[in-house]
């Protein structure tokens, strides 16, 4: 079974230009979150999946492996499609390239054991919400899933709503996927759907055409970098590590 390892980094971020190369205590943003992907157990080869040639540059002088796709991709799921056509696996690990708070364990909960790599398998990560404020963050996207583990609905907003019970903890998505090659053939395929397009959540592309999405629930300190908010208290966590001894460069 041969597992890849994939980083999709968009330069032109909406919210965020340029947040690939954003600098955290001396390295871009993708090489922190490289550095991560790179020490998996299972994860074979690790590439980014980058669209704008100073990414690339970047990557090439830190000798990381690279792959330039299409400016015109809606969404990181179609950046993984085209990545697919270019590195065969059977399986894709995708860390977001927003997630450079990410650990290598976080990521290995989501390596594969045992799955067909030819049916269509696609996993994601949560965790639970642990600071309040998270709850009512748009950025911050929540999760509610069935008995099975399989996601029900996904939104910006808080869910489940707490009308008859507060009893119960907020989960929110984290930026680690896997998926098949078959799945992301299936978001090549098909089209952006009504909800994905009013939430700009990506995982609707399957639940909105009756595909599940299983989601793992993790013990994660993480932090997807959506603004230069973010981006200054990743780089005060990020040091703490370095000084600590956690990180060395």
Not at 226 to 241: F, K, M
Request: proline share 6%; with cysteine.
């Amino acid at each position: 079974m041969r597992v890849v390892g994939v980083i999709p980094a968009r330069f032109a971020s909406t919210r965020f230009p340029g947040k690939p190369l954003a600098d955290i205590c001396g390295r871009p943003m993708v090489w922190w979150v490289h550095r991560q992907l790179s020490q998996v157990e299972g994860v074979d080869e690790v590439y980014v999946a980058l669209d704008d040639e100073r990414v690339a540059q970047a990557c090439g002088e830190y000798g990381i492996r690279h792959v330039m796709t299409s400016k015109g991709h809606p969404t990181h799921l179609d950046r993984l499609a085209e990545f697919c056509q270019a590195v065969d696996a059977d399986f894709y690990v995708n860390v977001n390239g927003d997630e450079p708070l990410m650990r290598p364990g976080y990521v290995a909960a989501l390596v594969p054991q045992g799955i067909d790599p030819g049916s269509f398998y696609a996993a994601n990560a949560m965790t639970v919400i642990r600071r309040p404020v998270e709850v009512s963050d748009i950025a911050r996207i929540k999760v509610v899933t069935d008995a099975q583990g399989f996601g029900m609905y996904l939104a910006r907003s808080p869910i489940p709503y707490p009308k008859a019970s507060a009893k119960f903890d907020y989960y929110k998505f984290v930026g680690i996927q896997c998926f098949s090659k078959p799945a992301l053939e299936f978001c090549a395929e098909t089209p952006r759907g009504r909800v994905e397009a009013i939430e700009d959540i990506d995982e609707y592309r399957f639940l909105e055409n009756g595909r599940k999405v299983r989601f793992v629930a993790i013990e994660a300190e993480t932090l997807s970098v959506d603004t230069a908010h973010d981006l200054e208290r990743v780089r005060s966590v990020i040091g703490e590590r370095i000084a600590k001894g956690e990180i060395t460069l």
